[in-house]
C-alpha cells in the first residue's frame, strides 16, 4: 500500500521528479555548527550516489549506521537523493530540516543529533515522511499544461527505466489522457498497452471494503458486531469477541500482518483464505482494538472469510457476480500465479538489490481479500465510475465507505479507502505496493478527476506518478 509516512533510514519500507516548485523554494544553507556540519557531510555522501564513499562516510562519523548502509544505497536509488529545503530547528549538538526528494514532490523531515565533543559523530538520523508543507505548496497547473507536463515527466521516468506501467487522467467519467510504457515481458520484449494487466498489491482493499458493505447494506452484516458473530468457529475466541467488522475495515483491530518467515517459508501453500486463518488464527491481539491505528493485512484477509460466510460464495466469485460485473470491469480478477493470463504483465524488482529480475519468488499462491490481484487502468476507472454512480453501494454507504475516520500518516483512513487532501483537493482511493508491482487510484469528486496508474516495477514507481498528478490538478 502506498502511505504518506515515509521510510524512516532506520528501517527503509518497501511501501510509499521533475519538480515544478515556485522559485521560493530556494535551497537553504546548513548552520555551520557541529551538527549542521554533520547534517550537511552524510547529505552530500548519500547523494553522491557512491557506495564505497558513503560507508566510509558512515565507518567515520556514524558507525551505527555501517550495517545498513546497502539499504541506504538502495534508498538513494529510489529517491535520487534529498535537498535542503528549510532549517527548523539548529542548535550546536542538533539540526532539523526540511528536505524534498530529488525525483518526486515528497518532503521529509530530517533530524541528526550529534555528540557534544569532538569529532561530533553522529549518535541518531532520522527521516520522515511528512505532507508537503504549505509554503512549498506546488501551483496547481489547467489540464492542458499539465497534461504536457506530465508527458514530459513520464517520457524521462521511462527513459531512465524507472517507470514501466500505465497511467490515465479521466474528467467526468472521460479520458483525458491514457498512456502505456514500457515493457510488460523484458524477455520477450511485450510492451505495456492500456489492456495490460498489472497486479494490484493493497488495492484489493477497496473491492473488499465495498463487498462487506454491501452485505451491512443488505442487512447480512453488523458493522458494530464482533466478527466471532459470524465466525464462530475462530480459533482465537478472545481476538473474535473484541475485534468489531468497523474495526477490520479501518485497520484499528489490532489483528496484525500475514507477511514474515511464517509467510515466506509457506507462501505457495496459502492457497484459500481459510488457510490463513489456520496459520494465524491462534495469535493474540497486538493491542486494544479501537485505541489506535496500525495497517494490518490480516484484518482484510479475515474480511474475505466473513464475505464468504456470509454470501455462501467464495470471496472470488462474491467480488466477480457484485462488484467487477456491475462495473463492467472485464479484466480484473485473483487467478492463481501458475494459471496463464495473456494480458498479465511480469513484475520486475530490485529489493534484493542488483539488477531487476522478475517477482515470481515473492508472489503468493493467488491474491486475497487483502491484496494481490490484478487490474488495468481502464477498469479502475470503471470501478470509479461505477462507485460515484452508486452502482456498487447506495449514496449513504458509499459516503460511509470513502469518509475517513482515524488518522493514519498524511491523511484519514475510512473503510478500505484512504481520505487524502492532495495540494488543497480532496481525493479517495488506495495504493498498493509490493516486490515488482505499484499502483494507486485517486478518485478526487471536488474537480471531477480520477487517477489511476499502474506500474510493474517496485514502488514508488506508480505512486511518484499519481502524486505528480494529484498535486498539480486543476482546483476546478
Not at 507536463?149 to 490515465?168: I, M, N, P, Q
Not at 489506535?292 to 456470509?310: A, H, M, P
Not at 471536488?446 to 511518484?464: C, E, H, K, Q
Request: hydrophobic share 35%; aromatic share 10%.
Amino acid at each position: 500500500m502506498k502511505h504518506s509516512n515515509y521510510p524512516t533510514l532506520a528501517a527503509i519500507l518497501f511501501f510509499a521528479f521533475l519538480s515544478m516548485a515556485p522559485a521560493c523554494e530556494a535551497q537553504t544553507q546548513f548552520p555551520d555548527n557541529p551538527a549542521g556540519n554533520q547534517a550537511k557531510g552524510w547529505l552530500d555522501a548519500f547523494n553522491a550516489g557512491d557506495a564505497e564513499k558513503y560507508k566510509e562516510y558512515v565507518r567515520n562519523n556514524f558507525p551505527a549506521r555501517e550495517q545498513r548502509a546497502d539499504q541506504d544505497a538502495r534508498f538513494r536509488e529510489m529517491t535520487g537523493g534529498f535537498d535542503l529545503k528549510k532549517v527548523e530547528e539548529s542548535t550546536p549538538t542538533k539540526m532539523v530540516a526540511l528536505v524534498q526528494e530529488r525525483r518526486s514532490d515528497q518532503f521529509a523531515r530530517l533530524t541528526i543529533e550529534v555528540e557534544a565533543a569532538e569529532p561530533h559523530k553522529i549518535t541518531r538520523l532520522g527521516l520522515n515522511a511528512i505532507p508537503r508543507p504549505p509554503d512549498f505548496a506546488v501551483p496547481h497547473l489547467s489540464e492542458s499544461d499539465l497534461i504536457v507536463g506530465l508527458r514530459k515527466k513520464l517520457d524521462e521516468e521511462a527513459a531512465a527505466d524507472r517507470f514501466s506501467g500505465a497511467v490515465l487522467i479521466a474528467r467526468n467519467g472521460k479520458p483525458v489522457f491514457a498512456q502505456a510504457y514500457g515493457l510488460a515481458d523484458r524477455e520477450k520484449k511485450t510492451p505495456n498497452t492500456l489492456k495490460t494487466q498489472f497486479r494490484l498489491g493493497s488495492m484489493n482493499k477497496m473491492f473488499t471494503a465495498v463487498a462487506t458493505l454491501q452485505l451491512v447494506q443488505r442487512g447480512k452484516l453488523d458493522l458494530k458486531a464482533p466478527f466471532g458473530k459470524y465466525l464462530t468457529d475462530y480459533p482465537n475466541k478472545d481476538v473474535a469477541s473484541k475485534v468489531t467488522i468497523e474495526q477490520l475495515l479501518s485497520h484499528t483491530g489490532g489483528t496484525g500482518d500475514i507477511f514474515g518467515p511464517e509467510f515466506n517459508k509457506r507462501r505457495l501453500e496459502l492457497k484459500t483464505l481459510s488457510d490463513y486463518v489456520g496459520l494465524y488464527g491462534g495469535r493474540a491481539l497486538e493491542f486494544e482494538p479501537g485505541s489506535r491505528w496500525q495497517y494490518s493485512n490480516y484484518g482484510f484477509l479475515l474480511l474475505g472469510v466473513l464475505i464468504e460466510k456470509v454470501s455462501g460464495q467464495s470471496y472470488y466469485d462474491y467480488v466477480r457476480d457484485h462488484i467487477y460485473k456491475p462495473a463492467g470491469m472485464t479484466a480484473t480478477a485473483s487467478e492463481p500465479e501458475d494459471q496463464t493470463v495473456s494480458d498479465r504483465s511480469i513484475g520486475y524488482t530490485k529489493f534484493d538489490g542488483g539488477s531487476l529480475r522478475p517477482n515470481t519468488d515473492t508472489l503468493p499462491f493467488r491474491g486475497t481479500s487483502a491484496g494481490g490481484g490484478y487490474s488495468t487502468v481502464e477498469d479502475l476507472l470503471r470501478f470509479a465510475t461505477a462507485l460515484q454512480t452508486h452502482k456498487l453501494l447506495n449514496a449513504q454507504y458509499t459516503e460511509m465507505l470513502t469518509t475517513g475516520k482515524v488518522d493514519a500518516g498524511g491523511g484519514k483512513y475510512a473503510f478500505g479507502f484512504q481520505d487524502v487532501i492532495f495540494n488543497g483537493i480532496r481525493c479517495f482511493g488506495h495504493g498498493g505496493g509490493a516486490p515488482g508491482m505499484n499502483g494507486g487510484l485517486q478518485i478526487c469528486p471536488g474537480p471531477g478527476y480520477v487517477v489511476a496508474v499502474l506500474a510493474n516495477m517496485d514502488p514508488p514507481a506508480a505512486s511518484r506518478v499519481a502524486d505528480f498528478i494529484t498535486n498539480r490538478l486543476p482546483a476546478k
